[in-house]
């Protein structure tokens, strides 16, 4: 059966245990919420990085693409799954671009922003984040997110909802992982100094990231000394994980929404 349109959920991907149910989840909100659509979830990830099975089924882009051509859907959105523009969505649209020149040049395509791509995003994500902290924590307790970090030009949305967060809450802190493995994180540095500073005895640990994958669960909140937690602990402050991917909470999968919204009405 033909569908009137098709939906691509492009994300990243991961290959930890039980991450990709999360986007499974949000694919089935946004099936609801478009119940004429076929939507399909795709892995931006390379595939030198693993094969569909790794990824919960997820296929490329370009593969994703391939099938909805060949059953007749001509109509498609590409919603990013993206926390800012970063490498990968600017990858994304140079693929979507490449696919149109070489075989998909009848297919009208609409693409959705990543979470955070203007400066209303960036206050919208800033209420977001506030009214999805940790419901047992108290005010003398500190929040730290973990984000993936990029290069500019997303660099500065992670810079700006830093800079509201601190205004409005100046315990709750967002850093960023390193660029490479291995290499030192300024960011759990200076976040470190700055709560032992303030006399801070807790932390909760949160991932400022599609879904909690294993930079959640290992880099942010593992037991090795230098995670995030480690160093932390390290220091003498306490932390408690929640290990909840942006995608499973509602305040920032409705940000998404919305700009996936707004692809699905320039397809007309």
Known sequence: MNHACGIILAA????????????AVFRDTVAARY?????????????KHGSAAAYGGA????????????????????????????EEYHELL???????????????LSVGAPLLADLADVDQ????VLDSLPAGRTPDEAVVLMGHGAPPPGAGF??????????????????????????PCLDIGHIRDRLTACGVEKAWLMPFLTVAGAHACSDLAGER????????????????????????????AAVWAKHLDRAMARLG
Not at 72 to 84: D, E, F, K, M, Y
Not at 125 to 128: C, F, Q, T, W
Request: proline share 6%.
């Open 59 to 86: 296929r490329q882009v370009s593969d994703v693409l391939a099938a909805f051509l060949e059953a007749g859907i001509t109509r498609v959105a590409v919603q990013s799954l993206h926390v800012v523009p970063g």
């Open 225 to 252: 000394p230098d995670s995030w937690r480690g160093q932390l602990e390290a220091a003498g402050v306490a932390c408690q994980s929640q290990p909840a991917g942006l995608i499973e909470m509602e305040p920032f």
């Open 94 to 108: 140079a693929g979507l671009g490449r696919w149109l020149q070489t075989g998909g040049g009848g297919t009208a």
């Open 125 to 128: 994500v800033a209420g977001a």
């Open 12 to 23: 990243h991907g991961s290959r930890y245990p039980g991450a990709m149910k999360a986007l």
């Open 158 to 183: 992670y810079e700006a909802l830093r800079e509201r967060l601190r205004r409005r809450d100046p315990l709750v802190a967002l850093g960023a992982m390193p660029r490479e493995r291995g290499t």
């Open 35 to 47: 119940p004429g659509a076929d939507v399909a979830i795709a892995r931006t990830v390379g595939r």
